[in-house]
C-alpha cells in the first residue's frame, strides 16, 4: 500500500506511522514548575541527537506542564523507564492538575539531582540532568492540527546506578530500557534480542 502521509487518508482501522518508526526509546521527563511542583510524564518522542557535548530532544504536542516548566525554569531530568518501572511510567502519562505530581500519583521516590533543580526518578538505573537550550515550533498540516514542538537540552549531568555497570562498561541488558511501537504496544531490551556487529573495514 502507499498513501499521502500529509492528508494521512491510509484506509486502516489506527495510523500507522507509530507503529513504522519504532522501536522508540521513552523520556522520562521531570520538571519543577515556578510554584515548585515536581512534573514527570513520558515522551516516546525522545532521542538522543549528538555528543560531546550530548544533547537530546523531545517532543511535546499542545499545551503540556512539562514544555511550559521546563521553558520557564530552564531545566529538566530525563530518567531511564524500564521494564521494572512500566506500570509506574505508564501512570504518569495520566492528565493531572498541573498542581499535581505525578511523582505520587504513581508511587515513585524522588532522588536529587546534582547540577539542575528537577528531580529524578529514584528507581530509575540511569537519568540525564538537562538545562534547556530551546524549542523550535513544527508547523502544522492544519488549523485544526495539534500543534508540535521539539525541546532541545544540553546534557550536564549523568547518573547511572553502578549495578548496571561490569568492566567500565554499561550492560544495556540490565536496564532492559522500554522502548514505544506502534498503538499501545511496548518492548524492552534483553540479552536475548541484543547482538554485535563489527565495524566494516572497507
Known amino acids: ?59 511535546a504536542s499542545g499545551s503540556k506542564d512539562t514544555r511550559r516548566n521546563v521553558e520557564d525554569t ?10 521494572d518501572l512500566r506500570e509506574q511510567m505508564n501512570k504518569t502519562s495520566a492528565r493531572l492538575p498541573a498542581d499535581c505530581s505525578e511523582f505520587e500519583h504513581a508511587g515513585l521516590e524522588r ?17 540525564l540532568e538537562c538545562r534547556y537550550w530551546k524549542t523550535i515550533e513544527l508547523p502544522v498540516a492544519s488549523a485544526q492540527a495539534k500543534p508540535h514542538a521539539v525541546i532541545f537540552g544540553l546534557v550536564v549531568g549523568i547518573y547511572i546506578d553502578d549495578r548496571v555497570i561490569e568492566d567500565g562498561m554499561v550492560l544495556t541488558d540490565r536496564i532492559r530500557p522500554l522502548a514505544r511501537l506502534g498503538y499501545r504496544d511496548y518492548a524492552f531490551v534483553s540479552a536475548e534480542t541484543m547482538f554485535s556487529l563489527p565495524p566494516p573495514r572497507d
Open 1 to 59: 500500500m502507499f498513501y499521502d502521509a500529509v492528508e494521512n487518508v491510509h484506509g486502516l482501522r489506527h495510523d500507522p506511522f507509530k507503529a513504522l518508526v519504532s522501536p522508540r526509546p521513552i523520556g522520562w521527563v521531570s520538571t519543577l514548575s515556578r510554584a515548585g511542583v515536581a512534573n514527570l510524564a513520558p515522551y516516546s518522542f525522545f532521542a538522543a541527537v549528538s555528543e560531546k557535548p550530548a544533547y537530546v530532544i523531545f517532543s
Open 74 to 83: 530552564g531545566e529538566f531530568v530525563c530518567s531511564i523507564a524500564s521494564y
Open 111 to 127: 532522588a536529587p539531582s546534582r547540577m539542575v533543580a528537577p528531580p529524578r526518578v529514584a528507581a530509575s538505573p540511569a537519568a
